[in-house]
């Protein structure tokens, strides 16, 4: 692997790494303000959040620790690095917030056929709270580029929109009685969390399951690797990602030489790879035959 791209790749984990600590120092500061509010306010979103979050806290943390490790350098043991433990964070907290949403939808349910109003004041004021907490965790996340950033940051993404939504049902319930807006949010809310992070999911087992890059055109690229001086077809091919980020592709190809005296092996390999860095491809081994 190239050193440099390897040491860039490398740096992204550190930052990540970085990111979701800032953004688990807030959750857990958010925690106190959830379970006090939930209690006092009587409210099925912000009681059904407090558990949510609590499982939040425990997600980012391990999310926190797994991208922590994903920062190391590769060694005899890990010679491709450590960055693959960044995805099993992203399938671990996709799974855990995924279970934790389902949760939230039983209970918003149960809580859809009865009558008990939560305090709308009380409401108000944790949901300006939850904005500012949530808000300023998503804002560090957003543009991460891990896939464990990723899937926090649709977590986040879920949690902002649940204390807008439940701002503006506090406020409405401030003038109107209709206690079932408060259920229905967490709902709507949760499915959409779900839905994204089963997104999350799929693309990270993809990764583990070694699948080609699905930002890389295969078809296109073995044209244009086809079109490299004295290649005449390739015998082997196989790409794959690390993380998501950094690709690795290996490959054998037959060469059809016009004039062995003139051909140039290491210039040919290196037209390859200048190829492959046009996809963003900067780990390859090629084999000429």
């Given at each position: ?35 006090s509010g939930g209690i006092i306010t ?197 790409i794959w990602s690390l993380d998501g ?27 390859l790879k200048e190829v492959a860095k ?12």
């Amino acid at each position: 692997m190239d050193k440099k791209s390897n040491k860039n790749n490398v740096e992204i984990h550190r930052e990540a790494s970085e990111n979701l600590s800032f953004a688990l120092i807030l959750n857990l500061l958010f925690n106190i303000v959830v379970i006090s509010g939930g209690i006092i306010t009587n409210s099925v979103a912000i009681i059904s959040d407090a558990l949510h979050d609590f499982s939040d806290t425990i997600s980012i943390l391990i999310a926190w620790v797994l991208e922590k490790l994903s920062g190391k350098e590769s060694n005899n043991k890990f010679t491709y690095g450590y960055q693959r433990f960044s995805i099993f964070g992203a399938l671990f907290n996709s799974t855990i917030v995924i279970l934790a949403s389902l949760t939230v939808v039983y209970e918003a349910f149960n809580r859809l056929f009865l009558t008990q109003s939560p305090d709308a004041s009380g409401m108000i004021l944790i949901a300006i709270l939850g904005i500012i907490f949530k808000g300023a965790s998503l804002i560090r996340l957003h543009k991460g580029k891990t896939f464990n950033e990723k899937a926090i940051s649709i977590h986040m993404f879920g949690d902002v929109f649940e204390w807008i939504a439940l701002l503006i049902i506090s406020l409405i319930l401030y003038f109107v009685n209709l206690p079932i807006l408060d259920p229905i949010a967490s709902i709507l809310v949760s499915v959409w969390v779900i839905y994204n992070l089963a997104k999350t999911f799929i693309a990270s087992a993809k990764i583990l399951l070694q699948t080609s890059p699905s930002n890389i055109d295969i078809d296109l690229l073995k044209r244009d690797l086809l079109n490299v001086e004295n290649i005449e077809s390739i015998e082997d091919f196989h790409i794959w990602s690390l993380d998501g980020i950094e690709n690795i592709l290996t490959s054998k190809f037959k060469v059809s030489l016009k004039n062995e005296e003139v051909f140039d092996r290491e210039l040919t390999i290196n037209s390859l790879k200048e190829v492959a860095k046009g996809y963003g491809i900067n780990h390859t081994t090629f084999e000429l035959n």
